[in-house]
């Protein structure tokens, strides 16, 4: 079964730091692109890009609200995705997603260079709270 978990949220004080971890299982993230996604609350589900990697290139792009604190990265060895979040804002309070780009349409790259939308993508893990206090 091809599955993405997602761990590492939690609950943080404003400039404090969490990384968010995304296991696949039943694929190789090798030659995939994987991408981050975060609901705020009383938002509509996955519609924030954050930020995406292409692991064969290690190409990353960013979200402009993440960049300079947020760093995505990968571990072939573990076939995880990582994302490093620092000085975590209140605004960043969500629930964080990974999913698999859809090979179909982008091969092993990130979309058009960029994070791209929700369309994007196809396997989606179950999502880990984020909370950051201010």
């Known amino acids: 079964e091809v599955q993405l978990v997602e761990s590492g949220g939690g609950l943080v004080q404003a400039g404090g730091s969490l990384r968010l971890s995304c296991v696949a299982s039943g694929f190789t993230l090798h030659d995939q692109a994987i991408g981050w996604f975060r609901q705020a609350p009383g938002k509509e589900r996955e519609t924030d890009g954050v930020s995406c990697i292409s692991t064969r290139d290690v190409f990353t792009y960013y979200a402009d609200s993440v960049k300079g604190r947020f760093t995505i990265s990968s571990d072939s060895a573990k076939n995880t995705v990582y994302l490093q979040m620092n000085n975590l804002k209140p605004e960043d309070t969500a629930v964080y997603y990974c999913?698999?780009?859809?090979?179909?349409?982008?091969?092993?790259?990130?979309?058009?260079?960029?994070?791209?939308?929700?369309?994007?993508?196809?396997?989606w893990g179950q999502g880990t709270q984020v909370t950051v206090s201010s």
């Open positions: 999913a698999t780009v859809k090979v179909a349409l982008h091969g092993s790259r990130c979309p058009q260079r960029s994070v791209g939308t929700p369309d994007d993508y196809d396997v």
